[in-house]
């Protein structure tokens, strides 16, 4: 035990890393925290500064081109309340409409009235100034209209959507 006393490598300090201009030191320095010297940090960052600012450039500049890649989608919808929303079952009333042949809101009709050309026609005619290409047949007709018209299940509501994929409407 002695001799580790004696010995001058054993007592000496434990050395300090050099990084850059200045060190800094891990360990047991004025306390028990670790000190990182500021300037080593501002040192590493300028002599960074270049790698930094392009990696942040090409990453900006690709997220560009991808945005600028995206197709255009327009869609809208809304919900439309057909029927009366809280059904009060009168025995007397329901047997009247019975007899009479008075059904619930036929949705499938509704449907059909609302793709109808004379509902249609009105809401083209003023859209058609600003998206002359616009016509019936690819709002409502087709294999793939723009238009869609469905009854969300189990509900007296009918959903109207309107989906353009091309950006021209």
């Not at 509902?119 to 016509?135: C, D, G, V």
Request: glycine share 8%; net charge negative.
């Amino acid at each position: 035990m002695e001799e580790s006393l004696s010995n001058p490598v054993a007592s000496a300090k434990s050395p300090t890393n050099e990084v850059g201009p200045s060190s800094y030191t891990v360990g047991r320095a004025r306390g028990t925290s670790e000190e990182l010297n500021l300037r080593q940090v501002l040192f590493i960052l300028r002599h960074r500064l270049w790698l930094i600012l392009a990696i942040a450039g090409g990453v900006s500049f690709a997220v560009l081109l991808w945005t600028l890649q995206q197709r255009q989608v327009f869609q809208g919808n809304f919900q439309l309340l057909v029927g009366d929303p809280i059904v009060q079952q009168d025995p007397t009333k329901q047997l009247v409409l019975d007899q009479l042949g008075v059904k619930e809101v036929d949705y499938d009709t509704q449907i059909a009235v609302l793709k109808s050309s004379s509902i249609l026609e009105p809401i083209i005619k003023e859209m058609s100034l600003q998206y002359p290409e616009i016509s019936y047949e690819n709002l409502a007709g087709g294999n793939n209209p723009y238009l869609a018209i469905n009854q969300l299940k189990d509900t007296k509501i009918l959903q109207v959507s309107f989906l353009d994929g091309t950006g021209s409407v």
